[in-house]
């Protein structure tokens, strides 16, 4: 049997992208020279090890028990491959067990909360074009990566959808509202004309011609939350706030908006079921309470 190094320089790219840290981690922590050597309680080490790993992004605190349950999960995947491919005698990554995460309630944006963000953008090109992007994240429920990379061959304004490339690589439909369309068009014709192969191309620019990239709109969060005083606000709410209204206002059922999101599997998707009821819920509160009735 091979090492890990040269297992992981074997070329098997989904686990060095999921797995690769995680593996080396393992190897030098426990010395571990060879695959079929591995044993569950090696797993366990490691987990021990990430349950007291500060966070780099969140400024040295520990791991959330959510990262560590995907950390392990990348785990796991490993294990079963090297179960399935021969390396180990033994199926231990049916012996793992994974650590329960929290389940946080995702409090999305409110109607009001969405008209204070659209009101800081100007007129301007670039003003006209966060305006586009932000709505085009609540009206279709986009990954950000998916909105950055949006191409102008992929936009169809006049049957009212773009094609989106999505996690994997899988191409997929999606309605654009008639709105969103419309600020879509105005930030077309406001955009400067530019010698610039990329102009033709992409849709989203830079005021220097250039696509826009993830740290570009990562800047932008960050100017809107102080604008705003929304402090919770990152770009990933969209799609929340989005996945959440459509379910409460009866505009699909579980089924499309999974299509929408472009989920794998639906489970994933239901998690916007519960979190529909618990607005739902608030809405009808508002409108009639128990003890209002007294």
């Given at each position: 049997m091979g090492s890990v190094v040269e297992?992981?320089?074997?070329?098997?790219?989904?686990?060095?992208?999921?797995?690769?840290?995680?593996?080396?981690?393992?190897?030098?922590?426990?010395?571990?020279?060879?695959?079929s050597g591995l044993e569950l309680s090696h797993a366990q080490k490691y987990q021990l090890h990430i349950d007291t790993k500060p966070a780099e992004r969140s400024g040295g605190e520990r791991l959330t028990t959510r990262s560590v349950q995907t950390y392990m999960r990348h785990i796991r995947v490993f294990l079963k491959y090297c179960h399935d491919e021969g390396f180990l005698p033994e199926p231990i990554y049916q012996?793992?067990?994974?650590?329960?995460?929290?389940?946080?309630?995702?409090?999305?944006?409110?109607?009001?909360?969405?008209?204070?963000?659209?009101?800081?953008?100007?007129?301007?090109?670039?003003?006209l074009r966060n305006r586009a992007f932000i709505c085009l994240l609540l009206d279709c429920g986009l990954r950000l990566s998916e909105a950055v990379g949006l191409k102008i061959a992929d936009i169809n304004f006049e049957k009212g959808y773009i094609k989106v490339l999505g996690k994997g690589r899988k191409e997929r439909i999606v309605p654009v509202g008639l709105k969103v369309r419309r600020l879509m068009m105005s930030y077309v014709h406001k955009r400067r004309a530019a010698d610039a192969p990329e102009q033709d191309k992409y849709f989203f620019m830079t005021k220097h011609s250039k696509p826009i990239t993830m740290h570009c709109i990562s800047s932008l969060m960050g100017r809107l939350k102080k604008r705003t005083g929304i402090t919770r606000l990152h770009a990933h709410?969209?799609?929340?706030?989005?996945a959440t209204?459509?379910?409460?206002?009866?505009?699909?059922?579980?089924?499309?908006?999974s299509?929408?999101?472009?989920?794998?599997?639906?489970?994933?998707?239901?998690?916007?079921?519960?979190?529909?009821s618990y607005y739902t819920i608030i809405e009808k509160r508002k409108r009639l309470s128990y003890l209002d009735m007294q």
């Open positions: 297992f992981t320089n074997a070329g098997k790219s989904y686990l060095l992208s999921k797995c690769k840290e995680e593996v080396n981690v393992i190897k030098d922590g426990t010395g571990l020279p060879e695959i012996w793992l067990r994974l650590p329960k995460a929290e389940r946080l309630t995702i409090e999305i944006l409110t109607d009001a909360e969405i008209e204070i963000i659209l009101q800081t953008f100007t007129k301007s090109e670039i003003g709410l969209f799609r929340h706030t989005f209204n459509f379910l409460v206002h009866g505009l699909g059922d579980v089924y499309e908006l299509r929408i999101l472009g989920h794998s599997q639906i489970q994933v998707t239901e998690k916007y079921l519960h979190l529909a």
